[in-house]
């Protein structure tokens, strides 16, 4: 844009006035539309990096032991802790399977994310497991009629994390 300073006289608008002439070059918009266009035509090259930014999100969220919202998750009950053959300090995880097993997917307009292992539901809300054949369970060598597992959330963003992926849809489309 340019802008002129200049002066009017009385046949032009009626008394003397200073005004400014502004002129809008439209084509420096119509550039940065066509960007975003051609940017959101291809979502695939956004969503890899925003599956990237998840993996990188989850990992931390497992080494510091919390959920989305920053709450600690529940600790292990002692004789689970005592009877787990290693990572005894360490919850929702024995050999990593869970965390290991993250992956992304992309799937025309929508990313997906999680994991394909079963029990990462039960971790993620909670619930009771029973024999299905049986009459008891067998927990670290110990037998149960039943096992409750609290609710451990894992999977989910947080507010910081939402900042997160902003950024990244920001810079995507070139608004960095």
């Known amino acids: 844009m340019a802008e002129a300073?200049?002066?009017y006289d009385k046949t032009s608008i009626g008394e003397k006035m200073t005004g400014v002439n502004i002129e809008f070059n439209i084509q420096d918009a119509l550039d940065a539309m066509l960007h975003i266009?051609?940017?959101?035509d291809d979502m695939s090259g956004l969503f890899e990096h925003m599956g990237e930014v998840?993996?990188?999100?989850h990992e931390a969220r497992f080494n510091a032991q919390e959920s989305p919202d920053g709450i600690p998750w529940q600790a292990l009950s002692p004789w689970y802790q005592e009877s787990k053959p290693k990572q005894k300090d360490k919850i929702l995880t024995l050999d990593g399977t869970l965390r290991s097993t993250l992956r992304y997917q992309i799937n025309g307009n929508t990313l997906l994310?999680?994991?394909n292992v079963v029990y990462g539901a039960?971790?993620?809300?909670?619930g009771t497991i029973k024999p299905v054949r049986g009459n008891a369970l067998n927990v670290g060598g110990r037998l149960a009629k039943q096992v409750v597992?609290?609710?451990r959330p894992w999977l989910g963003i947080s507010a910081q994390d939402k900042l997160l992926l902003v950024d990244v849809v920001r810079e995507h489309l070139g608004f960095a």
């Open 5 to 7: 300073a200049r002066t």
């Open 37 to 40: 266009e051609a940017a959101i």
């Open 54 to 57: 998840l993996l990188d999100i």
């Open 113 to 115: 994310f999680g994991t």
């Open 122 to 126: 039960i971790h993620q809300f909670g």
């Open 149 to 151: 597992i609290p609710a």
